[in-house]
Structure formats: structure tokens, C-alpha cells
């Protein structure tokens, strides 16, 4: 089955610089990951997806990196701000009549 | 797109108190959903899913239940709560996209 490990479970980042949360998964057969961002209280939400047919993604602010070759994903965020602070999750989309599994996150604290 | 509706947003029970939280789904139809616990500080504990109205599959033994009477409904149900139940409970969907959702959860306090 997946796995899902997260390096560093927790990162302390100044404002203005920029943030790598790193996320390993163990199924070399999954091909969709998504990356989710909690804040304290409330649900997970979407933040960036990225396919295995690419190897980089770019949103505002944030970029995903995938390396297939080593199982390994990161989420860059730039200009780490205050609201950037959260539990991130990546989450590799299940295989076929599985379900997904999630590690226990990154708490990013950005510090003023 | 998808939005997620859970309540209450936070409960206090006693312990052997029964337990009724509810999930409903706007803007898809026939969606897998999905009940999640969380600890504080730790990961997502997945409990039930669903694959249709009236379908419910477990995923680890405990002391809580769930139903889905519509499509777009997702139940969890105790009949006596226990200490152990405390927890954040989360509501996920995963639509015809292939992003999985997540409700604002439920804080649950059990006393």
C-alpha cells in the first residue's frame, strides 16, 4: 500500500524568505499528487496538483516539484508571508479502489 | 464547484452521550465522501467512506457509525460516545475531479 512520510515535520521560516516543505511517497505507480494546506481549526484546502508527465508546476507564489526517479515531491512557496503559516499535506492520488493516505504534515511557523 | 457543509462546528458532549454529525455536498452528484479524524498534531485517520447512497465501507473498528440516506449526505453516528471520540472530524468528497474536498470540520469534545 502507500505511504506517505514528510521530511522535517516542522519548519520555521522569516518572513519575506522562501519555504521547501519536502514530501517522499512510496507507490512508483502513482501519477497525480496534490498538495493541501491547513490552517488551525479549519479543513484542509487545495493548494497546487501536479501530474507525473511533468516534472514542475507553478502557482501564485507556490511551486511543486516532482521527481519521479526518487519518489520525491516539494512545495516551494516564495515570499513566505504571516497566512503562510499551516500544516501542508501532499497526498498522492490512490490507485484503483484505494483510498488516500495522508501523513501527519508539515507545520510551517513563519516568524516575523 | 464542489462545496462542503459540515455541522455543528464544535460540540461538547458527555461521555455516553449519543453523537450526530452531519456532511452534505453542493455541486456534484454521485461524489465518493469520506469521514477523517484528526488528532491534534497529527495526520487524517480515515473511518468510513462512500461510493453511493447506502454504501458504507469501514476502515478500522470503532465506536462510531455512518450512513448516507442521499446522495449528497454523509452521516456519523454514535450511540454512546467515549472519551476517545474527542477529535476533529473532517467531511471530504472527491467529484468528478480528481481532487478530494474537505469540509471546515467539526471539533468535538467529549467530557
Known amino acids: 500500500g502507500e505511504s506517505v512520510g514528510l521530511h522535517l515535520p516542522t519548519l520555521s521560516v522569516q518572513e519575506g524568505d522562501n519555504s521547501i516543505i519536502n514530501c517522499a511517497y512510496s507507490?512508483?505507480?502513482?501519477?497525480?499528487f496534490i498538495w493541501y494546506k491547513q490552517e488551525s481549526g479549519k479543513g484542509p484546502q487545495f493548494i497546487i496538483d501536479?501530474?507525473?508527465?511533468?516534472d514542475k508546476r507553478q502557482g501564485q507564489r507556490v511551486t511543486v516539484l516532482l521527481n519521479k526517479t526518487v519518489k520525491h515531491l516539494s512545495l516551494q512557496i516564495a515570499a513566505t508571508q504571516p497566512g503562510d503559516s499551516a500544516v501542508y499535506f501532499c497526498?498522492?492520488?490512490?490507485?484503483?479502489?484505494?483510498?488516500?493516505?495522508f501523513g501527519p504534515g508539515t507545520r510551517l511557523s513563519v516568524l516575523p | 464547484s464542489q462545496t462542503i457543509h459540515q455541522w455543528p462546528a464544535t460540540l461538547v458532549q458527555p461521555v455516553g452521550s449519543p453523537l450526530s454529525l452531519e456532511c452534505t455536498v453542493e455541486?456534484?452528484?454521485?461524489?465518493?465522501l469520506y469521514w477523517y479524524r484528526q488528532a491534534a498534531g497529527r495526520g487524517l485517520q480515515l473511518l468510513f467512506y462512500?461510493?453511493?447512497?447506502?454504501?458504507i465501507s469501514s476502515e478500522v473498528p470503532q465506536n462510531l457509525s455512518a450512513s448516507r440516506p442521499q446522495d449528497r449526505q454523509f452521516i456519523l453516528s454514535s450511540k454512546k460516545l467515549l472519551l476517545s471520540d474527542s477529535g476533529f472530524y473532517l467531511c471530504?468528497?472527491?467529484?468528478?475531479?480528481?481532487?478530494?474536498?474537505f469540509g471546515p470540520g467539526t471539533r468535538l469534545l467529549v467530557l
Open positions: 497526498a498522492p492520488y490512490p490507485p484503483h479502489g484505494q483510498n488516500f493516505v
Open positions: 507507490n512508483s505507480a502513482s501519477d497525480y
Open positions: 501536479i501530474r507525473s508527465n511533468m
Open positions: 455541486g456534484t452528484s454521485n461524489p465518493n
Open positions: 462512500s461510493v453511493g447512497i447506502g454504501q
Open positions: 471530504a468528497c472527491l467529484g468528478s475531479q480528481e481532487t478530494q474536498y
